[in-house]
């Protein structure tokens, strides 16, 4: 059981001088989370506009199926059902 505690201490040194760019004050910290908020916020926007570009494209490709519906329709002598 003694064993176990002398594990986990030397894991905890271990990670602390494994990560030299970690924090070491409130100033750093409160850098580091505006900096990883930042970086967060800039991901999701660029998602964000992808999902709208794609969706814009989804429109564009629907709206020009129903035209050539139409036309094929108009071409086909039948009348469009539109409502």
């Known amino acids: 059981m003694v ?4 594990e986990m201490n030397n894991d905890s040194d271990a990670y602390a001088t494994a990560n030299p760019n970690d924090p070491k004050n ?10 990883l908020l930042q970086t967060i916020q800039d991901k ?13 494209e989804m ?6 199926l129903e035209k050539n519906i139409g036309d094929l ?7 469009s059902g539109d409502k």
């Open 44 to 56: 999701f926007q660029n998602m964000s506009e992808q999902i709208l570009s794609r969706i814009d």
């Open 59 to 64: 429109g564009n490709r629907i709206d020009d």
């Open 73 to 79: 329709m108009t071409q086909a002598g039948v009348e």
């Open 3 to 6: 064993d176990d505690k002398i």
């Open 26 to 35: 409130v100033q750093e910290l409160t850098q580091y989370v505006q900096s």
